[in-house]
């Protein structure tokens, strides 16, 4: 189970009701992205599927591309990467946060069922993002921008700048294992992202020679 640490506050009523409405328009627009391709679906089919107003869309999601590379956990991983403690290396600062991602509440079946249907949901949209070329290049911005603010909370715990070159090139070994373990669960979604990836950071963690 999470630590206390690097537990996220609860959301109140209407946070939740705002991310059931979101995570039902997603469910049915990659369900209809996924049936009748991409560029064949229209913002209409995805309202009309969700049973919302076209304006209740746009209220969350500026674009139909936006709903395929809106990234739910990204600002989550951030929180949680914030709450380590700076005791705790950058590598295991890191590896811990990932998990609290996925552990927190593990317990609960609904937990269970939110944890296999958010790596479900996870799965189909990035076989899309990989598919689509447009997706593919907006999600290198999204990349750059999330990997941005790890590198500024890393420099930040080891007093360091962020332009240091053991900072940059952790966060490049980072980089380029989410991107492999990414393509590896996308290739073959038997895979558990978060598993992998924890394994592939207890590697790293294992033989590394930063002093962060």
């Given at each position: ?48 599927t ?20 809106h ?6 991983f951030?929180?949680s990467?914030?709450?380590q ?17 996925y ?5 609960s ?52 700048e962020?332009?240091?070159i ?19 669960v ?23 020679h930063?002093?962060?």
């Amino acid at each position: 189970m999470a630590s206390q640490e690097t537990s996220r506050p609860k959301p109140g009523l209407r946070e939740r009701k705002k991310a059931k409405t979101r995570a039902k328009i997603r469910e049915h627009a990659i369900r209809l992205f996924l049936e009748q391709g991409y560029h064949a679906t229209t913002v209409d089919q995805i309202s009309e599927t969700a049973e919302i107003s076209h304006t209740t869309f746009f209220r969350y999601f500026p674009s139909k591309e936006d709903v395929v590379l809106h990234d739910d956990l990204a600002p989550l991983f951030i929180h949680s990467l914030q709450s380590q403690p700076v005791e705790r290396d950058a590598i295991s600062a890191l590896r811990v946060a990932i998990r609290a991602l996925y552990e927190g509440g593990q317990d609960s079946e609904e937990h269970q069922q939110d944890y296999s249907g958010t790596l479900t949901l996870e799965r189909e949209r990035h076989a899309l993002i990989l598919s689509v070329p447009e997706l593919r290049a907006r999600t290198l911005d999204d990349f750059a921008e999330v990997f941005g603010a790890i590198t500024e909370i890393l420099a930040e715990r080891v007093g360091r700048e962020k332009d240091d070159i053991a900072v940059r090139t952790l966060v490049g070994a980072v980089l380029g294992l989410v991107t492999c373990t990414y393509l590896t669960v996308t290739d073959d979604p038997r895979n558990d992202f978060p598993v992998m990836l924890d394994s592939s950071l207890a590697v790293l963690e294992a033989n590394s020679h930063f002093d962060l």
